[in-house]
C-alpha cells in the first residue's frame, strides 16, 4: 500500500506570492490533516479534512486555507506569503476509527522557503 | 485552548543510559499518541494510550498515561544509537467535534556513541 505523498517536495517563494501544497493520503483513508512543522513551534495543526468538509481548523490566520476532493486528496493554499511562513508543511491521513482516535500516517512534508 | 508540554526539549545521552521524556496537558485527555521523527524524516507512531494509568511497554520502550489522563511519558532503557531522534507526544481532547491531535514541541534526544 502506498504512503502519504506529498508534492512538491520543496519550494521556494517570494513575500507576497502563493502558494498551493498537494497531498495524497493512503488508499481509504477519508481524513486528511496538515500540520506546520518549525523548529522553534514543533508541530501545529492547521486543519483536518473528511469526506471533502473542514471539521477541525487549528489557530492559524485566513491566508492558510485548505479543501479535500473526492478521491480524498487534499490541497492547502497559503496566500499573501509572508517569511515567517517558512516551513515544513506536513500531511497526515487516517483511517478514521472511534472519533479521534487512530494513528496518523505523515508525508515526507513540503518544505517551503520564502525569500 | 488546550496545550501539551512537553518536557525536556533536549536530552543528550551516553550510549547505554535511560531516557525519559514528560508530557502535560493542561485538560483531561481521551487519549495521548507517541510519535518518533527521526533527523529529516516525517514523524512516526509509535503508540497510542487510552485507559487511565496504562502501561505499554515495546521492547526497550516503556509509555504511562497517567491515572488523571492529563500526563504521559516514554521512558527508553538502555539507549542505542538508532534511538536518536525527536519524540513527540500527541493528546486528544474529549468531546466536541471529532477533536485534533495537539502536539508537544517534542523532546529532541541524541545518544553519544
Known amino acids: 500500500k502506498a504512503g502519504v505523498t506529498q508534492t512538491p517536495r520543496y519550494l521556494i517563494k517570494t513575500r507576497g506570492q502563493q502558494v498551493t501544497l498537494s497531498c495524497s493520503p493512503i488508499?481509504?483513508?477519508?481524513?486528511v490533516s496538515w500540520y506546520q512543522q518549525t523548529p522553534g513551534q514543533g508541530l501545529q495543526f492547521l486543519f483536518e479534512?473528511?469526506?471533502?468538509?473542514?471539521?477541525n481548523k487549528g489557530n492559524f490566520p485566513g491566508r492558510f486555507s485548505g479543501r479535500q476532493f473526492s478521491n480524498s486528496r487534499s490541497e492547502m493554499n497559503v496566500s499573501t506569503l509572508e517569511l515567517g511562513d517558512s516551513a515544513l508543511y506536513l500531511c497526515?491521513?487516517?483511517?478514521?476509527?472511534?472519533?479521534?482516535?487512530?494513528?496518523?500516517?505523515f508525508g515526507e512534508g513540503s518544505r517551503l522557503t520564502v525569500l | 485552548g488546550q496545550q501539551v508540554m512537553q518536557i525536556p526539549q533536549y536530552q543528550h545521552v551516553q550510549e547505554g543510559e535511560d531516557f525519559t521524556t514528560y508530557c502535560n496537558s493542561s485538560?483531561?485527555?481521551?487519549?495521548i499518541q507517541w510519535y518518533k521523527q527521526r533527523p529529516g524524516g516525517h514523524p512516526v507512531f509509535l503508540i497510542q494510550?487510552?485507559?487511565?494509568?496504562e502501561v505499554k511497554k515495546q521492547k526497550r520502550l516503556t509509555f504511562q498515561f497517567g491515572e488523571a489522563k492529563k500526563n504521559s511519558s516514554l521512558h527508553i532503557t538502555a539507549t542505542q544509537t538508532t534511538d536518536v531522534g525527536t519524540y513527540f507526544c500527541?493528546?486528544?481532547?474529549?468531546?466536541?467535534?471529532?477533536?485534533?491531535?495537539?502536539f508537544g514541541k517534542g523532546t529532541k534526544l541524541s545518544v553519544k556513541p
Open positions: 488508499s481509504g483513508h477519508r481524513s
Open positions: 494510550l487510552v485507559k487511565s494509568g
Open positions: 497526515a491521513s487516517r483511517n478514521q476509527g472511534p472519533a479521534g482516535t487512530g494513528e496518523l500516517f
Open positions: 479534512y473528511f469526506s471533502e468538509t473542514q471539521r
Open positions: 500527541a493528546g486528544m481532547n474529549y468531546g466536541g467535534s471529532q477533536g485534533n491531535l495537539i
Open positions: 485538560t483531561t485527555l481521551s487519549n
